[in-house]
């Protein structure tokens, strides 16, 4: 009995290590006790099969500890993790301890400004732009039903594993869930979807990441060289300019041409013609990035970077901020044209509305991950609670953005239709708090943007070489090509507006509507639950993903 109550870990062997966490696998000390007495939080709980296992295990290494051969030390593997320790009593039971993943659990305000957080990307900027493709009244309709979708989407992708019965999912994410019920296709369906969003999100980044290193850069050259630019558009007030780049965007419609004034003090018309020639916003800047973010990419970890994830909600808060503050002196300029345009504002409802769908199909996109941030929650029984809440600010968020710069576009003397898929492009060069903004979202996508390649790359190579680093010339090969597709897209098509909704469109068809309506109703048909308004709600929320992804064609 001394043998059988005696530590497995020698107290030479335990002080070895220079954790302070008792509950560190390196420290933890388990003793034998009998199968039948080991129990979860219920005393009257029976020990599973794989604990009973376990235990015989570690009875085994605990008769070998006595040699002093280090060798014959019960090795990693078989002492149990720290969501498998017990404590046991002297009267035969034994209790689960939560240790230190409980700890690490977070309250449901950090989840939700998580989910929050994780949502708020470049999006928000093409949201005004979806707004005025759709008519403002349309607009706003269609921005609420589509959260309202994409939460109840995303609703169905949490419950998924809870579905399967007989198997331990609790480390299971959305694309295993895919790959139970429809096999090798539904894995690399469901990858190759997720790239999609990846991707698409990375192009989009390198096109504003090249928009906003040339504002940048022009900024610091015409205040170094005295260079003053004016535009013939501006505000209601003429304190704060707002410019219409191409302002024949409505060949219906009877813009004024912008025209640029550049007064020269000092420096020669010579010398900004040979800067203009050298930092062109399509031709040498998306190059330029290629210097900096290549090596980046090819990091093995991108741990470093994700120290910076801060930055997303200060830029968001600053976003927020700015468009107050612009709102607040430009004023509103609203009439309501129902079905035709005018010289200066567009209708409320235009058959243009299936791009700001698309658009929204991936500023509400969280499904590939949902279930990960999910897992973090202290309280899972909030789940759906938190969920809803976070889909609530983000709507909230997007419907202030959106309101705010389309109603407080100037129009006369713009029309509405001047307002960019980047909304920052409306703003001048000069215009100091918008410079601010763009060097804060340009520092943080610098931040990002590596982030989403080691996504890319961790999916990518692991699904096929089984090794998330083969090598080096494997990842430096796939990074290439992740680049020159962001460089290319810069150079020749930068319009963020329908890179986002075609890569939100494609995506969403597959990691919104179809899978998580097929396993719903897959996994109701099999408890013997599936109701034929349930099945016809759900093919309907199929057939509404295909036509949100055809519609983009026709745009």
């Not at 219906?252 to 025209?259: A, D, P, R």
């Not at 741990?303 to 607040?328: D, E, M």
């Not at 235009?350 to 698309?358: A, S």
């Not at 057939?543 to 026709?554: H, I, K, P, S, T």
Request: charged content about 15%; aromatic content about 14%.
């Amino acid at each position: 009995m001394e043998d059988d109550s005696r530590p497995l870990l020698s107290s030479e062997q335990a002080g070895e290590s220079s954790s302070t966490d008792p509950l560190d696998a390196k420290t933890k000390r388990p003793f034998h006790v009998e199968p039948r007495n080991i129990v979860d939080d219920d005393p009257r709980e029976r020990v599973s099969a794989e604990a009973a296992i376990l235990n015989s295990r570690l009875h085994y290494y605990g008769r070998l500890t006595g040699s002093s051969d280090r060798l014959l030390s019960p090795p990693n593997h078989v002492i149990p993790r720290p969501d498998g320790i017990y404590v046991y009593s002297p009267l035969g039971t034994a209790f689960k301890v939560p240790g230190g993943d409980y700890a690490s659990k977070n309250p449901s305000i950090i989840t939700i400004f998580a989910i929050w957080n994780t949502m708020m990307g470049t999006s928000i900027l093409s949201i005004p732009w979806g707004i005025k493709q759709a008519g403002f009244t349309l607009g706003v309709i269609i921005l609420i039903l589509t959260g309202l979708l994409m939460l109840y989407c995303c609703y169905i992708v949490i419950k998924s594993p809870k579905g399967i019965p007989y198997i331990d999912t609790s480390d299971w994410e959305f694309p295993d869930v895919c790959r139970f019920y429809f096999g090798k296709f539904g894995q690399w369906s469901s990858l190759f979807f997720s790239m999609v969003s990846l991707i698409g999100a990375m192009v989009v980044y390198w096109v504003l990441m090249s928009n906003f290193l040339y504002n940048t850069g022009q900024f610091i050259y015409n205040y170094a060289h005295n260079v003053n630019m004016s535009d013939s558009e501006f505000g209601t007030n003429g304190s704060d300019r707002v410019i219409c780049p191409y302002p024949n965007t409505d060949p219906g419609g009877n813009h004024t041409v912008s025209t640029l004034v550049l007064v020269h003090r000092g420096n020669g018309t010579a010398d900004v013609s040979s800067f203009e020639q050298y930092w062109s916003k399509t031709n040498t800047v998306p190059l330029y990035l290629i210097v900096l973010l290549l090596p980046l990419l090819c990091f093995r970890s991108a741990s470093f970077f994700a120290r910076f994830t801060f930055l997303g909600t200060i830029s968001v808060v600053y976003l927020i901020v700015l468009v107050t503050i612009k709102a607040a002196h430009l004023g509103f300029h609203l009439e309501f044209h129902w079905f035709h345009s005018t010289e200066f504002y567009v209708p409320e409802f235009r058959l243009l509305f299936p791009q700001l769908t698309g658009v929204l199909t991936l500023a509400f996109f969280i499904h590939n991950c949902i279930i990960t941030l999910m897992k973090s929650n202290r309280h899972q029984e909030n789940n759906v609670r938190d969920l809803s809440v976070a889909y609530l600010l983000v709507g909230i968020t997007y419907l202030y953005v959106g309101v705010l710069i389309f109603a407080a576009f100037p129009s006369p003397p713009l029309s509405k239709d001047c307002i960019e898929p980047n909304f920052l492009d409306n703003f001048p060069t000069s215009d100091v708090m918008v410079f601010v903004a763009r060097t804060f979202l340009l520092f943080q996508m610098v931040t990002v943007y590596p982030l989403l390649g080691y996504l890319v790359r961790v999916q990518v190579m692991g699904q096929i070489f089984g090794n998330h680093y083969p090598s080096f010339f494997h990842v430096l090969t796939l990074n290439i090509l992740i680049v020159g597709s962001g460089v290319l897209m810069a150079k020749f098509y930068p319009n963020i507006g329908s890179i986002i909704r075609f890569s939100g469109a494609t995506c969403g068809l597959a990691l919104v509507f179809v899978f998580p309506s097929l396993v719903h109703m897959i996994s109701l048909r099999q408890q013997g639950a599936l109701r034929w308004p349930s099945a016809l709600f759900h093919s309907f929320l199929i057939l509404l993903g295909v036509a949100n992804l055809l519609a983009q064609f026709f745009m």
